[in-house]
């Protein structure tokens, strides 16, 4: 079956440091969605990537879908304490019957020192 | 506006008893997960509902039982309860087939989570 493979599973940095996940699939992925997951709470949604090299961007942070579709990136810069949390990829292969499905990586946490 | 909300937030029971999990959204998605998310956070699919239709049924031991009375709902009845069992349950919706008006689409909504232990 698919698998999602994401690193590192734990990064520590300091306040305005960078950081950077990296997530890749086993297969080819229709689609890409990245999620944040604060201490104690729930999966947020926070975007999607869907064509073959797209780039996004929201605010200090920067999504990358790979060319093949089966790698995909989070960057964020100069981070701040308020990006403490659990950040996931999740891969899909929309349509047929997969109805949204979504494979989610081991998440990377990610600490911030001040 | 709660989008998805689930009941209860903590339950702590103790092995061979039977329990139930509630969730209910209000978003006027056509699809509702639960999720099994582990002490090192790892988040696994178990089952997945369209339209009150078991769409994805992952391999989950058969003392997990989702029931959707409607496409608002999906509840979870866990039979003969195991420490392995101990996790936190979330319950998530998306809209997966083309509705009008339009939504985004797959774009997941996760509850808050129940945190089940079992001892």
């Known amino acids: 079956g698919q698998q999602v493979m994401q690193i590192p599973q734990y990064q520590h940095v300091q306040e305005g440091e960078d950081f950077t996940t990296y997530c890749n699939s086993s297969?080819?992925?229709?689609?890409i969605q990245w999620y944040k997951q604060r201490p104690g709470g729930h999966p947020v949604f926070l975007i999607q990537?869907?064509?073959?090299?797209e780039v996004k961007k929201q605010k200090r942070l920067t999504f990358q879908f790979g060319e093949a579709k089966k790698n995909s990136s989070l960057h964020i810069t100069a981070t701040q304490t308020t990006d403490v949390g659990t950040y996931f990829c999740?891969?899909?292969?929309?349509?047929?019957?997969?109805?949204?499905?979504?494979?989610f990586g081991q998440g990377t946490i990610l600490t911030v020192h001040p | 506006d709660t989008a998805v909300s689930q009941t209860p937030k903590y339950l702590v029971t103790q092995m061979g008893n039977d329990k139930s999990i509630k969730c209910e959204q209000n978003?006027?998605?056509?699809?509702m997960y639960w999720y099994k998310q582990d002490s090192k956070k790892f988040l696994k699919i178990m089952f997945s509902?369209?339209?009150?239709?078991?769409?994805i049924n992952e391999t989950v031991p058969n003392r997990f039982s989702p029931k959707s009375p409607d496409k608002a709902h999906l509840n979870l009845h866990i039979n003969s309860l195991e420490l392995g069992d101990s996790a936190v349950y979330f319950c998530?919706?998306?809209?997966?087939?083309?509705?009008?008006?339009?939504?985004?689409?797959?774009?997941?909504?996760f509850g808050p989570g129940t945190r089940l232990t079992v001892t």
């Open positions: 998530a919706s998306s809209q997966v087939l083309p509705s009008w008006p339009p939504k985004s689409p797959y774009e997941q909504y």
């Open positions: 297969t080819t992925l229709s689609n």
């Open positions: 990537l869907v064509k073959s090299g």
């Open positions: 999740a891969g899909s292969n929309a349509g047929g019957t997969s109805y949204g499905k979504l494979t």
């Open positions: 978003l006027g998605h056509d699809t």
């Open positions: 509902y369209n339209n009150k239709e078991l769409i």
